[in-house]
């Protein structure tokens, strides 16, 4: 079935809506959170919400993209399972991996107060990954919104992984430098 | 305070497109490319060129380095292993190459891409296929030379080495060999010095050698590039060096000596 008559269901408030979503998209959303988890039983669970917080948010929003929509979903309800899971043990996984790889990223003390809100991250993210070349951009947004593990991602785009960690590791110190170039450190 | 986690949350601000294109790579593969060859080359050239710039626009210069001549009372506590012997001693030096800054750098390794004679098998140790910390070519281009010494001097040899080794009053030598004038240049974002040695083996045989060291102010990495090459052959190849981080840091502790020589070995 299309994505907008997938959107058109939910806005009919068809049954059919998380079927038909389920059947086209679980499998992606699984995988998103299956990568940040780690857990099978979180995942499924971090899917399951998905739908529902879909069947809640639309109507109002039609979205354009439905998998980045629902996959953007996933993976906030992914994270922040993983984060309330993980606050007082370290676990290994992609999730812990990527958030050291990030930690170079932003000064430790740095106070969210101070003169930036979450959007304004995202949106410099955004204009970050926009200003890379085609092979950066997938790389990037692999590793870190995807959460796919480094050797994955090599093999993918037939890479080693030395030269995988070695592309994550500039773009990491452009992200840092582009950050601080917006002011937002 | 922000955490890790306030980045990986905004990641949400990649575009559809991209995030699209990411998706399409993990569910499948990469779309086969094509190269051109000398296009390929001369990207190669500029990508190093304009990531060395790029790291040098938006960070510190966090690493120096001087060169003097050694005064000649002057001697380096040098240690080094001949096969399985650790040889120490106070050593004279012709060079001394000192660095400043901090303590620690990202480890990187090399891939050449021109090189005039092939590189030994067994010697080089690769990282990875192509990647290089030390690579060296023993092909004798003079066929003048004694026999005894052929296979036995390097044509071409070159080596990483870390200004954090040697920030803390250490220095990269020249040990044995007394360079003529030393040139410096600058190549995009590295210093890069060139000199000429002459001198005599303890079998009375003169040796001439030719050295390049590129070295980077802002990563804190050297490349000695240096042999019986000619100095245009040198230049060729370390114009032709890719060189990208490993992924590894390297620190000043992580050295039991804070000298290190460079000479190009006889024998």
Redesign the interface.
């Known amino acids: 079935m299309e994505d907008q008559a997938i959107v058109e269901l939910y806005w009919q408030r068809s049954d059919r809506a998380i079927a038909e979503t389920e059947q086209k998209y679980g499998r992606?959303c699984h995988?998103i959170a299956w990568n940040i988890c780690m857990n099978c039983q979180d995942a499924e669970e971090c899917v399951n919400d998905t739908w529902f917080r879909a069947w809640n948010l639309m109507p109002d929003k039609r979205p354009?993209?439905l998998?980045?929509f629902l996959?953007?979903i996933t993976?906030?309800l992914a994270?922040d399972r993983y984060?309330t899971k993980n606050r007082k043990k370290r676990g290994g996984g992609e999730?812990e991996l990527?958030?050291?790889e990030?930690?170079d990223?932003?000064p430790a003390?740095?106070?969210?107060e101070r003169s930036f809100e979450?959007?304004e991250?995202?949106?410099?993210?955004?204009s970050f990954?926009?200003s890379l070349s085609?092979?950066e951009?997938?790389v990037f947004?692999?590793r870190?919104?995807?959460l796919?593990p480094v050797a994955?991602?090599g093999e993918?785009?037939?890479f080693?992984q030395?030269?995988t960690?070695?592309m994550?590791?500039?773009l990491r110190?452009?992200l840092s430098?582009y950050l601080?170039?917006e002011g937002l450190? | 305070?922000?955490?890790?986690?306030?980045?990986?949350?905004?990641?949400?601000?990649?575009?559809?497109e991209?995030?699209?294109?990411?998706?399409a790579?993990?569910?499948?593969?990469?779309k086969p490319r094509r190269f051109n060859p000398g296009a390929r080359r001369a990207l190669l050239i500029a990508a190093v060129l304009v990531?060395l710039l790029?790291?040098t626009?938006?960070?510190a210069i966090l690493f120096s380095m001087s060169q003097r001549r050694a005064e000649p009372e002057e001697r380096f506590a040098v240690s080094f292993r001949s096969g399985e012997q650790l040889i120490t001693g106070q050593w004279q030096a012709g060079l001394v190459l000192e660095f400043q800054g901090a303590e620690e750098c990202?480890a990187v390794?090399f891939k050449p891409g021109w090189l005039p004679f092939p590189v030994e098998k067994n010697h080089p140790y690769p990282?990875?296929?192509g990647?290089y910390t030390t690579l060296v070519s023993e092909h004798v281009p003079d066929a003048e030379r004694p026999e005894d010494l052929r296979g036995k001097t390097q044509a071409f040899m070159a080596t990483v080495y870390y200004a954090p080794q040697f920030a803390d009053g250490g220095a990269l030598l020249i040990l044995d060999q007394s360079p003529g004038q030393v040139e410096e240049e600058t190549w995009g974002a590295l210093q890069v010095l060139k000199y000429h040695t002459a001198h005599t083996d303890p079998e009375s045989r003169e040796q001439e050698n030719n050295y390049l060291i590129l070295f980077s102010p802002a990563e804190g990495w050297i490349i000695a590039v240096r042999g019986r090459a000619d100095m245009e052959t040198l230049e060729h190849i370390a114009r032709e060096l890719e060189v990208?981080?490993?992924?590894e840091t390297v620190k000043s502790s992580d050295f039991q000596n804070k000298y290190a020589f460079m000479d190009v070995v006889v024998g």
């Open positions: 992606y995988k354009a993209a998998p980045g996959g953007g993976r906030n994270i984060k999730t990527a958030l050291e990030l930690s990223c932003i003390a740095l106070d969210t979450q959007r991250f995202q949106r410099a993210i955004g990954v926009e085609e092979t951009q997938q947004t692999a870190y919104y995807f796919a994955e991602i993918k785009l037939h080693s030395s030269k960690k070695s994550l590791l500039r110190r452009r430098c601080q170039e450190w | 305070m922000v955490d890790a986690y306030f980045l990986l949350y905004a990641m949400n601000g990649i575009k559809e991209q995030i699209s294109a990411a998706r790579l993990l569910e499948g593969g990469a990531g790029a790291v626009a938006c960070s990202a390794h990282i990875e296929e990647w990208e981080p490993t992924g």
